[in-house]
């Protein structure tokens, strides 16, 4: 049966000073990347039409109602009118829905008619089931009789699956509900560039054709194409990250090249593909922006790149490789600087080290080993790039958040699963 995946919102709109919007937009976007029909619920008031994902079904039949009667324990006289009111509407336009997902529709006070109205439409809509996400710290589990919030303490249900962000309060959530640990699921939040930031199309690009998010480790080149070997080693870039890879990194070396428009600079490129490929370095690993876009609408980067590109890719990397051959006052220095990278120098160019100081690692580039000795030299200095990457801790989360932290990984690992559960 084929799946359509409903999320539950009470959203007049997508105010970024509310969390929770932000979750529900990545939700949103990973759902309809993977092929997922998805339709989102909100308020008949709900105007951010525009913010919503492309291809993603927007239904303004939430009921919106006066939600201060509930506070705390509270139901007004009229609490049955407010459910009946959502039944009415959940039953008119959730019969194509086989998962909703709702966030504090079950936990929080004031939505009890939501609440209500969910647990009612369950037993007209056989098919559907419920995937409760809870964003707050659980309660203690209360004694109540003859109160309608004694179902923000029930599951009864088994289609109703209770989601939580983390395993160390998961046991806790589960008793408040007078449940199981096996009646909870974790499914951690997301912040992924692609939506924390407002990426340059490129660079999402790039993000998502290259698997950037995943990988140990990223550098960031920015280059003039004809200088990119004679004067700026880039092949020597590509040993070190050959001896990542063999030693059991995965690894990214992405090349923002100027100046690719001449047919030798070209030859250049596709020589210097080729010469990454005779090192186990393959054409995902090696990534020359002058070959990205699509020339035909005008998306062409042969000449270079913006700088908002540079910046962003800088914010991805964790090593910047530099074994120029002579610089007066590196701007791009200066810019892996201000990103946070680890930086490791040409030793041979003084100039350098009145930037960076001691705070970055200098090797002898210009040092020329033997074809027999080549391998082994550019292997010692792979090891002591990777010390002081493993050993810095800001570097190390940086990665974590990246590889653990992006809608992709937390869909696949996490959220995807709860659908075929």
């Known amino acids: 049966m084929e799946k359509t995946i409903g999320l539950l919102t009470t959203f007049a709109n997508f105010d970024p000073g509310y969390s929770l919007t932000s979750v529900v937009r990545d939700q949103l976007t990973v759902l309809q990347k993977y092929g997922y029909k998805t339709v989102l619920f909100v308020l008949p008031s709900f105007m951010d039409d525009i913010l919503v994902p492309h291809g993603i079904e927007i239904r303004k039949v939430v009921p919106q109602i006066i939600l201060e009667p509930y506070k705390e324990l509270g139901y007004p ?14 039953n008119a336009n959730f019969q194509d829905i086989t998962h909703l997902i709702c966030h504090d529709i079950f936990f929080i006070d004031t ?31 209360p004694f109540l009789e003859n109160n309608p919030h004694v179902n923000r303490y029930t599951l009864n249900d088994p289609r109703l699956t209770l989601v939580y962000l983390n395993h160390d309060k998961a046991l806790n959530l589960a008793e408040m509900y007078g449940g199981w640990l096996k009646d909870v699921r974790i499914v951690h939040n997301a912040r992924d560039l692609r939506t924390f930031l407002t990426l340059h199309p490129l660079v999402e690009s790039l993000i998502t054709k290259y698997d950037l998010c995943d990988a140990d480790i990223v550098s960031v080149y920015p280059v003039s194409t004809p200088r990119m070997i004679s004067g700026k080693g880039l092949d020597k870039v590509i040993k070190l990250h050959s001896m990542f890879k063999k030693h059991g990194y995965k690894t990214r070396l992405v090349v923002p090249n100027a100046h ?10 596709q020589d210097t593909k080729i010469f990454a490929s005779d090192r186990g370095i393959t054409h995902e690993e090696l990534i020359f922006t002058s070959l990205e876009g699509e020339p035909e609408i005008g998306e062409n980067y042969i000449l270079g790149v913006p700088p908002q590109v540079i910046s962003e890719l800088f914010r991805i990397a964790s090593i910047f490789i530099f074994p120029t051959v002579s610089e007066n006052s590196s701007l791009v220095l200066l810019e892996a600087m201000l990103s946070g990278n680890l930086c490791v120098l040409n030793q041979a160019v003084g100039t350098l080290r009145e930037h960076a100081g001691d705070r970055a690692l200098y090797f ?40 653990r932290h992006n809608y992709d990984f937390m869909f696949k690992k996490e959220l995807e699963p709860l659908l075929y559960a």
Request: glycine share 2%; net charge negative; proline share 3%.
């Open 77 to 90: 006289d009229h609490w049955k009118e407010d459910v009946t009111k959502v039944v009415k509407s959940l």
């Open 260 to 269: 690719a428009n001449a047919s030798r600079d070209q030859r250049l490129i």
């Open 111 to 141: 939505y009890l008619p939501y609440n209500l109205a969910l647990r009612d439409t369950l037993g007209t809509l056989q098919e559907m089931k419920i995937l409760a996400w809870t964003h707050s710290a659980p309660s203690e589990r």
């Open 364 to 403: 002898d580039f210009s040092y020329r080993p033997t074809e027999v000795e080549n391998d082994r030299y550019y292997s010692d200095l792979a090891r002591i790039v990777e010390v002081e990457f493993e050993n810095d801790r800001s570097l190390q989360l940086k990665r974590r958040a990246l590889q």
